[in-house]
């Protein structure tokens, strides 16, 4: 007996190539209920929902279904190099965006350029120098046919919007952008802005500022829609939008991540495997599912389909080592610890005077000495440390282990960060050493 699968639908989007990005579509996605309101809505929107909810898809279905008439500008938080520079406000951000993406628009449709009038190409070439600089525009002419670049030689640099923050700036420059836009056939600007479960503090200071640019930035033919963490949207950070945002929530549901498992097993396996009742006995699906409930408190479809790759994988050696489908219940240790080396490693607090740990997004809170051995686990970057390490007894030591076990292992029975060796001591394994946290 054989059992195989496709990798494809469980590969990140970034590596697809155009034919398996079109399949996934076509056979793997399955919108949320929210997401009907999410694109009929023409007001500016917050999506709101859980780590593994389906924020990120829900924003690239957003911008598939618009991409052929809307100008589409993409902001991800999560993929973005922090730098030490002032937070950018949304406004000189669009402008800087949707300038370059025109540029290399009309490279692409030069003959569209006759169509502009005087001010709109006063206000492209003022854009493209502003926010790219001369030598930028100059690069754009030399690659344009000559006449198309003579008509933007002959436009002036006027310097239209000395600054980004005087509302007559702000609306005349989004006023503008839209102009020249519709003459360019794009029926909106639509921005799409997404945000890492566990953003730093000089995203959440962007952010907060991006809200309060709201009000002044107002206009029928731009939409902004924001995904963020509901720990996000507290309310004095909503009063900063002053009543200029819908909010959508984007909740998990049993019946949408049944079928989305549905949808992910025949895809992956060709037909030949449609229900995870195949793979799995009943008593295994129902702790894994126990899993997913107690880690995230509800059934968050992204938990599921990462699962559903680890049981695949399982199901194949399984079946190669002579064994019969469904899998048992005693693969369920393995499968989770597979689980946790990927997608839950363990990452510090940002300062110390906050006592716990996240285990990939869950914050645990430890007690004083529990926090004071796992820094010390930390800092040893996965050496081990014994007893003279800790300047403690030995059964000391293993007490404070045992503890630790107890509060950030998913099974304390069957570490997956907390190891050891009997007399060499004990280290830490699949932690992050920095800041850094990405959605997968």
């Not at 989007?13 to 929210?34: G, V």
């Not at 993406?101 to 003959?111: H, I, K």
């Not at 285990?359 to 004083?368: F, K, V």
Request: contains cysteine.
């Amino acid at each position: 007996m054989t059992f195989d699968f496709e990798n494809c639908p469980f590969s990140p989007p970034q590596t697809w190539i155009p034919d398996e990005e079109e399949r996934w579509w076509a056979n793997c996605y399955l919108p949320h209920l929210s997401e009907s309101a999410l694109h009929d809505s023409p007001q500016w929107l917050i999506l709101r929902g859980g780590y593994q909810s389906g924020k990120t898809t829900a924003l690239s279905a957003l911008r598939r279904a618009r991409s052929q008439n809307a100008l589409v500008l993409i902001k991800d938080f999560a993929i973005e190099v922090l730098t030490s520079e002032p937070p950018t406000n949304i406004l000189l951000w669009i402008m800087r965006t949707a300038s370059w993406d025109l540029r290399e628009y009309l490279s692409r449709r030069p003959e569209l350029i006759h169509t502009l009038s005087q001010t709109q190409r006063e206000f492209l070439r003022w854009a493209i120098e502003k926010f790219h600089k001369t030598r930028a525009f100059a690069r754009w002419l030399d690659g344009l046919p000559s006449a198309a670049a003579q008509e933007l030689q002959e436009i002036p640099f006027i310097d239209l919007y000395p600054t980004q923050t005087t509302t007559y700036d702000v609306q005349g420059q989004i006023e503008e952008l839209v102009n020249l836009c519709t003459r360019l056939g794009f029926q909106q600007v639509l921005v799409t802005v997404d945000v890492p479960p566990f953003p730093e503090l000089q995203i959440v200071k962007e952010i907060d500022s991006f809200l309060g640019w709201l009000e002044p930035m107002q206009h029928p033919q731009l939409q902004l829609v924001l995904a963020l963490p509901p720990d996000f949207c507290n309310p004095e950070r909503l009063k900063l939008t002053r009543g200029r945002v819908k909010i959508i929530d984007i909740s998990p549901s049993n019946r949408h991540t049944q079928t989305t498992i549905h949808r992910y097993l025949t895809t992956a396996t060709n037909g030949n495997i449609q229900q995870i009742e195949q793979l799995c006995t009943k008593a295994l699906f129902e702790q894994l599912n126990s899993f997913i409930l107690q880690e995230f408190d509800s059934p968050v479809v992204g938990a599921w389909v990462k699962f559903l790759q680890i049981i695949l994988e399982r199901a194949k050696h399984w079946v190669e080592g002579g064994k019969t489908l469904p899998l048992e219940g005693a693969c369920f240790n393995g499968m989770v610890r597979e689980y946790c080396r990927h997608y839950l490693p363990l990452k510090k607090a940002a300062d110390d005077n906050h006592l716990g740990v996240w285990r990939g997004h869950r914050w645990i809170r430890l007690d004083r000495s529990s926090y004071d051995f796992l820094m010390l686990l930390f800092r040893s970057r996965g050496h081990p440390i014994d007893h003279i390490h800790t300047q403690t007894k030995k059964s000391n030591l293993h007490t404070l282990a045992r503890r630790l076990r107890v509060a950030i292992e998913p099974i304390p029975s069957d570490p997956v960060y907390v190891q050891n060796i009997r007399g060499e001591g004990y280290w830490l394994e699949y932690f992050k050493s920095d800041q850094s946290y990405q959605e997968d």
